[in-house]
């Protein structure tokens, strides 16, 4: 196992951390261990000395502040990836003792036989498994099956194998907090990475309380990003689109009401008024819900793209007014229909195109 190294995400760590360690050096006296101190505070301190006076080959790195989980992994990879050339690949797992050796020592020796593939020790949930782990975790593997064909016991396990390769890429992928691990999952898909997976003992000590899972922001930001991967995005892009126009419309109308006219300085007025609001919510939806990427300057190409609009959408609307008198609000309607249509082949390929890595 000497082409591997264990990652440890750590917040608060008690004395399982160093029970873990103890565990460990038992079986794999010589094995790299990196764990990342994820902003715990002046009274961890001891804890974090004593690991780095007391256990052999063993880093610890930090953070200034509380980071997140997925944050804590990319800092290790990254110093994997930088530092430590000849590792294949890390093995993830928890410091809260969720996670025993054995298990650990079986997904390392999966990983042997399949070095580009990402293991997962995946837990069973049966009925002493705390009921929000076991709800959340089957809910979420049935619709990850049913809606992308990804089959996975255990959506959420922190005991994972990540080939070298595939650090590579998920540096680079957005997410601080659990959702990462989440994400991992879905740029494993995309990246042709094959997941197998490694059963793997079942552990919760004292209810699960030494976890740091928020359970109601932490759960936001997993199912958001479940929903952003599985919806496809013009789907999304239209519910964020209809959204947008209601608030456009809305804004419209109200406008040329109070001018009380339907001359071209009056509708262009509107135009710009009701575009402006609209596109700035728009933009705040696309970017974190509806597209997958996020391009270099993306807030400026999509205030470019929608000034560009605004104009298209003044001058088509006062055209077709001209020549036929219908009124504006319903031109309107049809004239951003077309340019619905643009804008969302525009956003794709070029505002929130995914950054190559």
């Not at 919806?231 to 519910?239: L, N």
């Amino acid at each position: 196992m000497n082409n591997l190294a264990i990652v440890i995400p750590s917040l608060e760590p008690g004395q399982r951390l160093l029970q873990l360690l103890v565990e460990i050096r038992k079986t794999s006296p010589e094995i790299p261990i990196i764990i990342v101190n994820d902003g715990s505070g002046e009274e961890y301190d001891s804890i974090f000395d004593h690991v780095k006076s007391d256990y052999s080959n063993t880093l610890v790195l930090s953070h200034d502040i509380n980071r997140g989980k997925g944050a804590a992994l990319k800092t290790a990879m990254n110093y994997v990836l930088k530092h430590m050339p000849e590792i294949n690949g890390i093995v993830t797992m928890d410091s809260d003792g969720q996670h025993l050796y054995k298990d650990v020592y079986k997904c390392m020796e999966l990983f042997q036989n399949h070095p580009n593939d990402l293991v997962l020790g995946v837990r069973r949930f049966g009925k002493d498994i705390p009921f929000r782990s076991r709800l959340g975790n089957i809910l979420t593997s049935k619709l990850l099956g049913i809606f992308t064909g990804i089959h996975i016991t255990d959506t959420q396990t922190g005991l994972r194998v990540i080939p070298r390769l595939f650090m590579r890429r998920l540096i680079h992928v957005s997410g601080d907090r659990f959702e990462f691990e989440m994400k991992m999952l879905f740029e494993a898909k995309e990246s042709n990475v094959s997941i197998i997976e490694q059963p793997i003992t079942t552990v919760y000590l004292e209810n699960n309380t030494g976890s740091h899972f928020r359970v109601i922001s932490d759960s936001v930001s997993i199912y958001s990003i479940f929903f952003k991967y599985t919806i496809p995005s013009f789907f999304r892009y239209t519910i964020s689109s209809l959204l947008s126009f209601v608030v456009d419309i809305g804004v419209f109308s109200l406008t040329l009401a109070l001018f009380q006219r339907n001359n071209f300085l009056s509708i262009s007025v509107a135009s710009v008024l009701s575009r402006v609001l609209s596109s700035a919510f728009n933009y705040l939806v696309n970017r974190h819900a509806v597209f997958s990427g996020n391009s270099h300057y993306s807030a400026v190409k999509y205030a470019t793209l929608a000034i560009a609009q605004i104009f298209a959408s003044s001058i088509l609307v006062s055209m077709v007014h001209a020549v036929t008198f219908f009124n504006p609000t319903y031109i309107k309607v049809v004239v951003d229909c077309l340019l619905f249509f643009v804008s969302y082949h525009v956003q794709k390929k070029y505002i929130f195109k995914e950054l190559t890595v």
